[in-house]
């Protein structure tokens, strides 16, 4: 089995530029064994570089104890939770305050998942925080039979910051929702059925959206999905086909490309996959294409540049309606563009999102065209809780601060210096494969070695991931190996530039 043991020198490194650690006298941490399997929640942590100051001073915890948190985990939590907690050694969450998080024991962390790519602009953040106050002195619930001022307040917000003619809004309280019901709708508005996604996708859990998510471990034994059809992913790093242009990012793969310039063998290729996919695997016509600007799950897997504007012409052709999966993309994330679907150059019929549209508060949305809202009209269409007032004060509250506090430009500026930078640790480590992304939405993935691009053993990600939380530093992972670090950070980490500044070579 291939084995890698990292000095603690190379794990701050990865995360920072810095070609050497701190402080010299670490040596060796090789974080597994009886060590990593001992449940000893008073594990003491290594010396490491501090991290820049916080002026936020978080509660004293004063709750039930860690044991007894795992004990219930164990016997009245949903099974599967304990097999998604990333660590050995638990992180046990107090309280959180914009980039920082607080354990129990009071010891304060970076969040660089943002609770799965969903706190958009900072944990508690001032300004929502006084939103969803306000709201809840006012009115918690009501139903959208009746018409209440911050329903069509926030309505008309979002609107106005996509192109025609997606102007119609459907409010849902998460994206799996927001993907079915677009499912739905794509499907009574064409009067097909059939609908393509790429292979590596994730869409949603929901016994429809299963047929669009496209890997193993979110799939059970049983009928799911009927009408979905998974195509090959243009991954120009991962994929049989790529070059050192493809992209759109200041980060290209180190693949080899004869391509003339504003020409991608690798693109035309991949098209006609999907070409093959639509000649021989789904009706001459169908329903839709549901594709992420990036593949957020997936990896943070980003097509050759033309990709879909070529695809998006093929299934419309063929009947078919285009929807953006912006569930992790929009809201400004990716930097150069407040929707991920603009940085290639194309409008489609339909966008859905959850995740950041309420910095972590359940909702989600579906934004179409009017005539395809025309043909859901047929049917009643309700949703209780869709709408709800303290969700759409909430959710308006993001779209101001997003401008307020030039969260785009963060996101373009630090990701793009973030991605600079982990680009010099992949020329300089054999197991950094590639680094990708835009803004900051990022994936590094990792290797046994670049030549065969063999994904890392899940072994040696889980120790990488569990010295980095004892940094002090939370990462998330995607990939369909789960061999890619995400950096799913969003733009509310200004501080990360001191971090970096401060550690970078």
Known sequence: MHKVVFP?????????????CTHSSLGKLHLSGALCQKEDYKYTIPDIPEMPSCSFNPEEYKGMS?????????QNCNPMTPKVTYYKRPVFIHQGYMQWLWDVDGRRYLDLFAGVATVSVGHCHPKVLTAAEQQLKKLWHTTNIYIYPTLHEYCE????????????????????????????????????????????SYHGGGPQTLGLTSNAAYKYPVASGLGCTNTMCPDVFRGPWGGSHCRDSPVQTIRDCSCAQGHCKANELYIEQLRETLATSVPTRIAGFFAEPIQGVGGAVQYPRDFLKEAYRLVRERGGICIADEVQTGFGRTGSHFWGFQGHDVIPDMVTMAKGIGNGFPMGAVVTTPEIAASFARGVHFNTFGGNPVACAMASSVLDTIQEDKMQKVSLDVGTYLLKELAKLRDKYEIIGDVRGKGLMIGVEMVTDKTSRTP??????????EDVKDMGVLIGKGGLYGQVTALTVWSRNQLLHHLLDNTAS
């Open 8 to 20: 603690v020198s190379f794990r701050w490194a990865f995360l920072t530029g810095q070609k050497k």
């Open 66 to 74: 860690k044991e007894r948190m795992l004990d219930i985990r164990r």
């Open 157 to 200: 917000k979002l609107a106005s910051y996509l192109p025609d003619p997606l102007k119609v809004i459907y409010l849902t309280n998460s994206g799996s929702e927001a993907n079915d019901l677009a499912m739905l709708m794509a499907r009574l508005h064409t009067g097909n059925y059939d609908i393509i996604t790429f292979r590596g």
């Open 456 to 465: 890392l053993p899940s072994g040696e990600m889980s120790e990488i991931f």
